[in-house]
């Protein structure tokens, strides 16, 4: 199982990125994938997941109606366009899935519980 996490880099307040999350030795038919990020000196925080089947999602609320999920089947990848970025969304970002956590805000809640994380990428807001 590997995560391959890309797309950080600097941008202004207000403008977006794309993040990346490319998986191999799993199907993202059959688990889900998860962000994550965290900030020099701050917790692990759960942004957002997809869903294997169904695709549905869930958004932690500082990040709802700003960032969106989605996944392409064909390429096995998970992307998070992120628009309207401010200072408080600069953090390291992460993929990971876990074979027995469903995507629920809950799980978001609690990163300790997967098992599978990609490299991270970081996310620079400044003007």
């Known amino acids: 199982v590997q995560l391959q996490a890309s797309g950080g880099g600097l941008v202004q307040p207000g403008g977006s990125l794309r993040l990346s999350c490319a998986a191999s030795?799993?199907?993202?038919?059959?688990?889900?994938i998860a962000w994550f990020r965290q900030a020099p000196g701050k917790e692990r925080e759960g942004v957002s997941c997809?869903?294997?089947?169904?695709?549905?999602?869930n958004y932690a609320d500082s990040v709802k109606g700003r960032f969106t999920i989605s996944k392409d089947r064909a390429k096995n990848t998970v992307y998070l366009q992120m628009n309207s970025l401010n200072p408080e969304d600069a953090a390291v970002y992460y993929c990971?899935?876990?074979?027995?956590?469903?995507?629920?805000?809950?799980?978001?809640?609690?990163?300790?519980?997967?098992?599978?994380w990609g490299q991270g990428t970081q996310v620079t807001v400044s003007s």
């Open positions: 997809i869903s294997s089947n169904s695709g549905s999602t």
């Open positions: 030795g799993f199907s993202l038919d059959s688990y889900h």
């Open positions: 990971a899935t876990d074979f027995e956590t469903p995507c629920q805000i809950e799980a978001l809640r609690r990163p300790q519980r997967y098992d599978y």
